[in-house]
Nanobody
Framework: QVHPVESGGGLVQPGGSLRLSCEAS????????IGWFRQAPGKEREGVSC??????????YYADSVKGRFTVSRDNGKNTVYLQMNSLKPEDSAVYYC??????????????????WGQGTQVTVSS
């Protein structure tokens, strides 16, 4: 089991960019698919993106609401997965979480597929 930790959240103006990081110390981190989720106040947790292990045949997926604006990548040498967020909108404001699953990504990204969660990092998009 891995223990992911998010970082990189903050306050950004509409149209701006942020890069979130999801890091774990376990060497097995690279064998897990990593999902990104977000949860705004009063709303359900929403799947944003998922990247499969580099060594697998699995794919990378995005929610329709972020396609073309968000990009997920992983650096196995640093045990880190990144979520690059561009053209941010106020509706992207939420607590962002990363989570790990020991299978490849499913095109439909739902929280119940993931077993190990980080503590979350706040992203606020506001002028």
């Amino acid at each position: 089991q891995v223990h992911p930790v998010e970082s990189g959240g903050g306050l950004v103006q509409p149209g701006g960019s942020l890069r979130l990081s999801c890091e774990a110390s376990e060497f097995t981190f690279k064998y897990y698919a990593i999902g990104w989720f977000r949860q705004a106040p009063g709303k359900e947790r929403e799947g944003v993106s998922c990247v499969s292990p580099s060594s697998s045949s699995g794919g990378t997926y995005y929610a329709d609401s972020v396609k073309g604006r968000f990009t997920v990548s992983r650096d196995n040498g640093k045990n880190t997965v990144y979520l690059q967020m561009n053209s941010l909108k106020p509706e992207d404001s939420a607590v962002y979480y990363c989570a790990a699953r020991d299978h490849i990504c499913n095109p439909i990204i739902t929280p119940d597929q993931f077993g190990a969660w980080g503590q979350g990092t706040q992203v606020t998009v506001s002028s």
